[in-house]
């Protein structure tokens, strides 16, 4: 029924599934739209996120976005749960077949807004690396992943002067874990090349190809992500 309803939804505003999961994604080039249906027992979550693709990653994560509480009488939706004393939900029970196939056409409409929702917002680098350089109201958003996404995307904008100060905010000897030493050291990387613009974007071009070669992705179209005027 999941499979049915998103595909009704979704496959018209060109998301496709992946595999034989329930995620649906769709490739922007540089990042990745992504709708996601995970079932937990006799619970339905819905999210919808966004990958960049210069991490590296080898599976979809939710960089930008995540699940979706909504109002079941109004159809309203929000990214966190509002304070304001309304109900608000963030799964479907299955009960019976009936009443879940209500729950599923009202919440892949809720999904399908969000996602045109997303595609509008995010247009270009730059404009991806000042909403993550903005004051960032939620509990965990200023992860170290957070500052080498927007040192990230101000490279790939030419912006190097944001770019230096988020890569050299990352400091390896500040870190235990293993993925954060291994992510201090791309960011030492990139911020070596922040006096050099070109070769800056050249490389997160480079990073972008090879992470779409590891999501199974063809080639980075031409002209992904814009060049910006030097």
Known sequence: MVVTAAQAELRPLGLQRHKRTRIWVEDRGWWLLFAEFERAGAETHVGVGVTWLWSGTASVSYDLGGRLYWREETGDFATEHPRDGHTWVRSIHYADDGQFSTGLKQ??????????????????PAYVARLLSAPQSRVGATSWWHTFHTGAAAGLSGDTELARRQFARIRPDRMAEGWERDLGRRAAALLALADDPP??????????????????????????PPEPQW
């Open 107 to 124: 919440i892949t409409g809720i999904v399908r807004r969000r996602v045109e929702q997303l595609r509008q917002e995010i247009t270009t």
């Open 199 to 224: 070769e800056l974007y050249r490389r997160l071009s480079a990073d972008i190809s090879e992470t779409r070669s590891r999501l199974g992705l063809p080639e980075t179209p031409p002209g992904t």
